[in-house]
């Protein structure tokens, strides 16, 4: 027997949590989010970190005005980046505004519980029965090291969201693998806290993206189409705000749009801090790494056939997310054999409600199927308000899961 119930649990209280906590919470049902607000954030981002996005396309969704980024900060202007800090500050005063009953705790399990139903189990023991989980894990549990690098010990290999202060590595040469923001940032923070960084990345150019201009001609529009949270153009545009279209196109099309929508490179801010303080080696990629001395050893190809070996005290892979329900820990085995996938992602419905009756994804798991604004904080408000629409449907306010006298629960609304 469960210790409570809940209409709805969302595990997870970064911006996608936040978002459908803030919706279901506004809509009357009785949420548990389970997380603390932008943990991730604070905890897995490095000190001294800008966020790419744009100030007006950094907002978490909420159901009311006034809550916006650009609304805790008026005085923000496109083209003007946002500190980290700046960022999960605005994200604990949202939760604090519109999701006030967020608990700071961890899920370790998803399970079954009855017919209809889910059982979760918190790290203090606790168990929650509820109709309906929606999963907004965010990107830790989907961080990606190449298999070349993927055998060494985490003190001589390490994903890029695994620290937060970087000046321990001062004095040392570390290697970043990786050609996208992250890589670029972590190399050009690194050498900020005393290190000497090495980028080694497969492209053959670093790219850059241009300066955002808050004004533009009519011309410029036109021709180069409208400014949306993914960027400027016409496809952009349509990928940024109606991703419910995206769901409509072939698997192949949408797995390529989310692969070539804003490929790896650098904000237009950080490219002078990429100085002689950062060695970059270019179309090159790692094929080799061994544990040597107290350090790494990488075999490096240019692509000639010729290889040549660079020795680093630590390498730090920059190489991204990739979403695999597998990765899920906290589903039981049951779970996450029984949600349909596709290459890893789950399928999910218009709604975001995968093949298991009651459990959703948002955030990046949700990008396979709604395309790159999922990549991005921009996307959190069309997910809660779909995942909220789809969930009030299910379960009404006073219509949801309660107690009988004798402890069992009662049924609410089934499926529509």
């Given at each position: 027997m469960s210790d409570s119930a809940s209409d709805v649990v969302i595990v997870g209280a970064g911006p996608y949590g936040l978002s459908v906590g803030a919706h279901l919470q506004n809509?009357?049902?009785?949420?548990?989010?389970?997380?603390t607000p932008m943990q991730f954030w604070a905890s897995a981002m490095p000190e001294g970190m800008f966020l790419k996005s744009e100030p007006f396309a950094s907002s978490l969704g909420a159901p009311q005005d006034?809550?916006?980024f650009t609304d805790r900060h008026p005085g923000w202007r496109t083209g003007q980046p946002i500190p980290l800090d700046t960022f999960v500050d605005y994200g604990r005063w949202f939760a604090a505004e519109a999701v006030p009953s967020t608990e700071p705790g961890e899920v370790v399990k998803v399970e079954r519980g009855g017919s209809t139903g889910y059982t979760v189990t918190l790290a203090t023991g606790e168990s929650i029965a509820s109709r309906v989980v929606v999963l907004a894990v965010g990107v830790g549990p989907f961080?990606?090291?190449?298999?070349?690098?993927?055998s060494l010990p985490s003190w001589l290999v390490s994903h890029s969201s695994a620290h937060r202060d970087l000046g321990l590595f001062a004095g040392e040469e570390v290697a970043v693998v990786g050609s996208g923001q992250s890589a670029l940032e972590t190399a050009v923070l690194l050498a900020d806290a005393?290190?000497?960084?090495?980028?080694i990345a497969r492209r053959e150019e670093l790219d850059w993206n241009t300066v955002p201009k808050e004004r533009r001609s009519l011309a410029d529009r036109?021709?180069?189409?409208p400014q949306s949270g993914l960027g400027t153009g016409y496809r952009t545009w349509l990928w940024s705000q109606r991703p419910g279209v995206v769901r409509h196109l072939p698997h192949r099309m949408r797995r390529r749009i989310v692969r070539t929508t804003l490929p790896p490179a650098g904000s237009w801010w950080l490219r002078e801090r990429l100085d002689e303080r950062v060695t970059v080696t270019t179309g090159t990629r790692v094929t080799r790494a061994a544990e040597r001395d107290e350090g790494v050893a990488l075999t490096l190809d240019d692509g000639s056939g010729r290889e040549t070996t660079a020795e680093v005290r630590h390498v730090i892979a920059a190489t991204g997310y990739v979403p695999d329900v597998a990765r899920l820990g906290m589903l039981s085995p049951e779970l996450r054999v029984r949600v349909d996938t596709r290459a890893g992602?789950?399928?999910l419905t218009g709604d975001f409600e995968s093949s298991?009756?009651?459990l959703y994804f948002a955030g990046l798991a949700?990008?396979?199927t709604f395309g790159p604004v999922m990549r991005f904080v921009h996307g959190s408000d069309f997910a809660a308000r779909r995942i909220a629409g789809s969930i009030i449907r299910r379960t009404p306010p006073g219509g949801g899961l309660g107690r009988r006298a004798d402890g069992a629960l009662e049924a609410g609304h089934g499926r529509t």
């Open positions: 809509l009357g049902l009785e949420v548990r989010v389970i997380g006034g809550m916006r961080a990606h090291v190449p298999d070349e690098l993927a005393g290190a000497r960084p090495r980028l036109l021709f180069g189409g992602s789950p399928v298991l009756p009651g949700a990008a396979a």
